[in-house]
C-alpha cells in the first residue's frame, strides 16, 4: 500500500486528498495530512464578512470539519506543523504543538498545499499583540478576539488590495473609525489607478479616511506593548488595532529549504499536471504555487480559492492513477465595497507593457439596466486591447447592482482568445431589468473596435 502525505489541509490539500480517496480506496493508498492549524476545509475568503457580521458563525465557513475527513479515511493531523522535508530520503518532520511530540513520516507521494501568509515588514511594533494579518480562520479568531476586548475603536488598515478593502468595509461595520494607509495612488492596485480613484470615492463616501502615497515606518505601542498609532511619513494616525491588508506572499519556506524550484514570486513551479517540475511523485497546488497567465504568457502569482480547489482535484486525479491538468488563469477577481462592485479579469495597463504589447483603452459609462428602468444603476467599464490585432486583454468594472459578475463575459472571452469585434456579436441574455439593450461590457468592446481601427 502506498502512502501520501499532504502538507496543508485547507482547500487545496483537502480536495487532493478527498479526490485521491475517491480513486484508491484505504486497502491502496493510506493518506496523511498535516494542518498546523485549528481548522480545515474552510473559505479564507470568507473571513471579512466574519469579521464584519454578515456571517454570523465562524463555522458557516467550515466545508467539512476534521472527524468527516477522518470518517473517510484521511488520517487528518491538526495542530501538527511540518518542519522539513527530505526529498531524497522520501519522509517529512513534523512537530505536533500541543504535545510538542515530533517525528519522521515516510511517504510515496507527496502534495505541499501549504499556502500563503500576509506580507508583514520588519517595521518596530510590528509584533504587537494587536497587529493582526488575515489569511487563515485561525487569523480571524485572533482578530475578531481583539476587537471584542479592546476598549478603544480607532483602526488602521495598512495596504488597500483586496483584503485590506474588504476589512476596511467589515471594521466600519462593527462601528469603527477607520483609517487606510496606502504606498500607491490609489486603493485596489489590481486596478489601474482611474479605476481605483472610484473604489477611494466610495470608501470616503463610506467615513474611511484614504491616505495615499504614504509609506509606513513604525507601528507605535506603550510601555505595556499596547498599539497607539501607525507612523507614515511622520504623520501619526491613532490606532487600537491594525489590520495588515498589504498582500500575501507563497508559503514556500520548506519548499525552499527542500531543494524544489521557485519561481519569480517565490511561488512552486509545476507542470500542467500540477506536478512540482523535475519530481515524479510530489504535487503541489493552492497559493503557494505560481500559474500561467494565459493573457500575457508568464507565470504569476494569484491567491484565490477557486484556483486551490481545482488545484486539488487536478492533483488527486494525478495521485489516485488518473491524468487532469490545470492550462492557466486570466487574473479574474472581483470584490465589494458596501454596495460598490469591482471586478477585473486580464491586464492592467502597466500588466501589458511588461509584456510588450501594444494596446488600446477605452472607458464608458452605463447602467446596470436600461436606462428608464427603475433603480438603473451606474457603471464603469475599461477595456484593453491589442493594438494590432484587437486581441481583448484586459477589462475593469466599477458599479453597483449587476456590475461585479458581468466580468465573467470577459473571463471567457480572454480564455478563448476572442477580438473585441468577435465579442460584439456576442449573444447575451436581454431584458430592461436586466441590462441596456448593449450590454456594458459588450458597449465597451464596440468601442475598442473604433480605437482598433483608428491606431491599429
Not at 99 to 128: C, F, H, M, N, Q
Not at 328 to 339: E, F, I, M, Q, R
Not at 393 to 407: D, F, M, N, S, T
Not at 417 to 444: I, K
Amino acid at each position: 500500500m502506498e502512502r501520501l502525505v499532504v502538507i496543508g489541509g485547507d482547500a487545496a490539500g483537502m480536495s487532493a486528498a478527498s479526490q485521491a480517496r475517491r480513486l484508491k480506496g484505504a486497502s491502496e493508498l493510506e493518506i496523511v495530512v498535516f494542518e498546523r492549524g485549528r481548522f480545515a476545509s474552510y473559505s479564507a475568503c470568507g473571513i471579512p464578512y466574519w469579521v464584519g457580521g454578515d456571517v454570523r458563525e465562524r463555522d458557516a465557513l467550515i466545508a467539512r470539519g476534521p472527524e468527516e475527513h477522518r470518517a473517510r479515511d484521511i488520517d487528518l493531523r491538526m495542530r501538527t506543523e511540518v518542519t522539513e522535508v527530505d526529498v531524497a530520503g522520501g519522509r517529512v518532520h513534523a512537530r505536533d504543538l500541543d504535545a510538542g511530540t515530533e517525528s519522521w513520516t515516510d511517504y510515496d507521494k507527496l502534495v505541499i498545499a501549504t499556502g500563503a501568509r500576509p506580507i508583514r515588514p520588519p517595521l518596530p511594533g510590528i509584533d504587537a499583540a494587536c497587529v493582526h494579518g488575515v489569511q487563515t480562520l485561525d487569523d480571524g479568531q485572533a482578530l475578531i478576539d481583539t476587537l471584542e476586548r479592546t476598549a478603544g475603536k480607532r483602526a488602521v488598515v495598512v495596504g488597500a488590495g483586496y483584503i485590506g478593502v474588504e476589512m476596511a468595509e467589515a471594521l466600519i461595520q462593527r462601528g469603527y473609525d477607520v483609517t487606510m494607509v496606502q504606498r500607491g495612488p490609489e486603493p485596489m492596485s489590481t486596478m489601474d489607478p482611474d479605476m481605483g480613484a472610484l473604489v477611494r470615492d466610495a470608501m470616503c463616501g463610506m467615513g474611511i479616511e484614504v491616505v495615499s502615497n504614504a509609506e509606513v515606518t513604525e507601528i507605535r505601542t506603550d510601555e505595556q506593548g499596547r498599539v497607539g498609532a501607525v507612523v507614515a511619513d511622520g504623520v501619526e494616525y491613532p490606532a487600537d488595532v491594525v489590520v495588515l491588508g498589504i498582500g500575501v506572499q507563497p508559503n514556500t519556506e520548506l519548499a525552499r529549504a527542500a531543494g524544489l524550484p521557485l519561481g519569480e514570486y517565490g511561488g512552486l513551479l509545476t507542470d500542467l499536471a500540477m506536478r512540482v517540475r523535475g519530481h515524479e511523485n510530489i504535487w503541489a497546488g493552492g497559493d503557494c504555487v505560481e500559474v500561467l497567465d494565459l493573457v500575457s504568457g508568464r507565470e504569476r502569482h494569484i491567491a484565490l480559492g477557486t484556483h486551490a480547489n481545482k488545484h486539488g482535484q487536478i492533483i488527486g486525479a494525478g495521485v489516485g492513477g488518473g491524468y487532469a491538468t490545470f492550462p492557466g488563469v486570466v487574473g479574474t477577481a472581483v470584490s465589494k465595497v458596501c454596495d460598490l462592485e469591482v471586478a477585473r479579469t486580464g491586464l492592467r495597463e502597466k500588466d501589458a507593457r511588461a509584456a510588450g504589447l501594444q494596446f488600446v483603452t477605452v472607458t464608458v459609462e452605463s447602467t446596470s439596466r436600461a436606462g428608464y428602468y427603475p433603480d438603473a444603476a451606474p457603471m464603469t467599464v475599461k477595456m484593453l486591447a491589442e493594438r494590432r490585432t484587437g486581441r481583448l486583454l484586459g477589462v475593469q468594472i466599477v458599479g453597483r447592482e449587476g456590475a461585479g459578475k458581468r466580468v465573467d463575459i470577459a473571463a471567457v472571452a480572454l480564455t478563448a482568445r476572442m477580438t473585441v469585434e468577435q465579442m460584439t456579436a456576442l449573444d447575451l441574455g436581454y431584458a430592461p431589468p436586466f441590462s441596456p439593450v448593449w450590454d456594458p461590457v459588450l458597449a465597451a468592446a464596440r468601442k475598442a473596435v473604433s480605437a482598433v481601427r483608428e491606431r491599429g
